[in-house]
C-alpha cells in the first residue's frame, strides 16, 4: 500500500523558514515525479513544487524564489523547505506522485500537514 506521511509543519512568524517532510512507503520516490501541493481553508488544492525522476524541479511561478523541494533517496523522503513565510501561506500541505488538478477529486491524500503563519 502506497503511503506518503507529511510532517513538519507547524505556527511561524511571517519571514520566517519550515522544512517540510514527506516520508514514502510502498513507493520509490526517486522513481517517481513527486510533488507538494497545499489547500488554504475555502480554496482548492494547488500544486506547489514538484521533483522528477530525474531529479528536475519546477515550482509554481509566484513560489519560485521561497520554495525549494528537494529528496533523500536512502530515506526515501522528500522535503519542502519554505523560506520568508507570509501569511498566504497559511494552509495544508500535502505530497504525493504529480497529478494533474482534474485528477485531484480521484487523489487518496494523506493527513498533510498544517502550516500556519502569523502576520
Known amino acids: 500500500q502506497v503511503q506518503f506521511v507529511e510532517s513538519g509543519g507547524g505556527l511561524v512568524q511571517a519571514g520566517g523558514s519550515l522544512r517540510l517532510s514527506c516520508a514514502a512507503s510502498?513507493?520509490?520516490?526517486?522513481?517517481?515525479?513527486m510533488a507538494w501541493y497545499r489547500q488554504a481553508l475555502g480554496k482548492q488544492r494547488e500544486w506547489v513544487a514538484r521533483?522528477?525522476?530525474?531529479?528536475?524541479?519546477t515550482y509554481a511561478r509566484s513560489l519560485k524564489n521561497r520554495f525549494t523541494i528537494s529528496r533523500d533517496n536512502d530515506k526515501n523522503t522528500v522535503y519542502l523547505q519554505i523560506n520568508s513565510l507570509k501569511p498566504e501561506d497559511t494552509a495544508t500541505y500535502y505530497c504525493h506522485r504529480m497529478f494533474r488538478s482534474s485528477q485531484f477529486p480521484y487523489v487518496s491524500w494523506g493527513q498533510g500537514t498544517q502550516v500556519t503563519v502569523s502576520s
Open positions: 521533483i522528477m525522476s530525474d531529479g528536475i524541479t
Open positions: 510502498g513507493s520509490t520516490v526517486s522513481n517517481n515525479d
